[in-house]
Nanobody
Framework: VQLQASGGGLVQAGDSLRLSCAASGRTFSSYALGWFRQAPGKEREFVAGINWSGGSTYYADSVKGRFTVSRDNAKNTVYLQMNSLKPEDTAVYYC??????????????????WGQGTLVTVSS
């Protein structure tokens, strides 16, 4: 599956932003999806994950209660709604896909397909 993330930008602390990740291919609903982020000088870290149907989601503690992951299998798209943004949320955000049926995958190595990333900058 090919992934294309979009929706990043420059916002102020407290603002909201919605990222989208469009996928190509007719088997999108077969994949579990994840959002990761990478800040300058830091390792890529897990943000949120969603199973194939959208019925199960899970989050990193740092974003729980502020971010919401969802998907629309009819549109081959996964979303990340980010509310109450903080300067520490500044990073390049990536979407990723895996065919694994395991729930709760959080490591970059668990995901085999990646989008190109979209930059989110949160000013204080």
């Amino acid at each position: 599956v090919q992934l294309q993330a979009s929706g990043g930008g420059l916002v102020q602390a407290g603002d909201s932003l919605r990222l989208s990740c469009a996928a190509s291919g007719r088997t999108f609903s077969s994949y579990a999806l994840g959002w990761f982020r990478q800040a300058p000088g830091k390792e890529r870290e897990f943000v949120a994950g969603i199973n194939w149907s959208g019925g199960s989601t899970y989050y990193a503690d740092s974003v729980k209660g502020r971010f919401t992951v969802s998907r629309d299998n009819a549109k081959n798209t996964v979303y990340l709604q980010m509310n109450s943004l903080k300067p520490e949320d500044t990073a390049v955000y990536y979407c990723a896909a895996t065919v694994s049926a395991d729930y709760g995958l959080r490591y970059p190595s668990d995901f085999g397909s990646w989008g190109q990333g979209t930059l989110v900058t949160v000013s204080s």
